[in-house]
């Protein structure tokens, strides 16, 4: 007897960088268990298991505490692809207390040149998904809070990079 076919989300966010390079930002944003340091709604990111950089390792998320007792989200996800040339990482979502269940996402860097993105200045930063319907939460819900956090990655980027360069006289 045929399985009956699983609904499906996907979808695909996107924030300027506008003062790094391509190759700076990846820099920045390509170590899997330091995604804290750059989204803004991530308050502890840790390796749990394997090997930084290599398809297996698994890393833990916690995001920033809430109010009223409610725990904060959490997950265990696990690094599927990694390519430091494409600037881009897969990885899955495993056990979590969002509702989540099969779960996968693309994070990518892009080369505003190649690309004809932004005027060839600056770089672009993705992060696409697919998975199941997320019990209790919409399509339009996930993208909002998927695209409030890539922004706020991109502003850290583009504030760090700022420090670096050396202002005219």
Known sequence: ????????????VTATVHLATAEQAW???????DFHSW???VKICRKESGTLGVPGCIRYCQGLDKEDGIPA?????ELLSFDATGHAFSYKMMENNMGFGQFTA??????????????????EIEWSFEGEP????????????????L??????????????????A
Do not use: Y
């Open 73 to 77: 989200d959490w997950a265990n996800e």
């Open 1 to 12: 007897m045929e399985q009956p076919q699983m609904e499906r989300m996907e979808g695909k």
């Open 151 to 168: 922004t706020g990655m991109a502003k850290r980027v583009d504030e760090v990079i700022s420090q670096l360069v050396p202002k005219a």
């Open 27 to 33: 820099t920045l944003l390509s170590n899997f268990c």
């Open 39 to 41: 989204h803004p709604g």
């Open 134 to 149: 997320i019990k209790g939460t919409t399509k339009e819900a996930l993208i909002a809070r998927l695209q409030a956090g």
């Open 106 to 123: 693309t994070f990518r860097v892009v080369d505003s040149k190649k690309e004809g993105l932004n005027e060839g200045k600056g770089c």
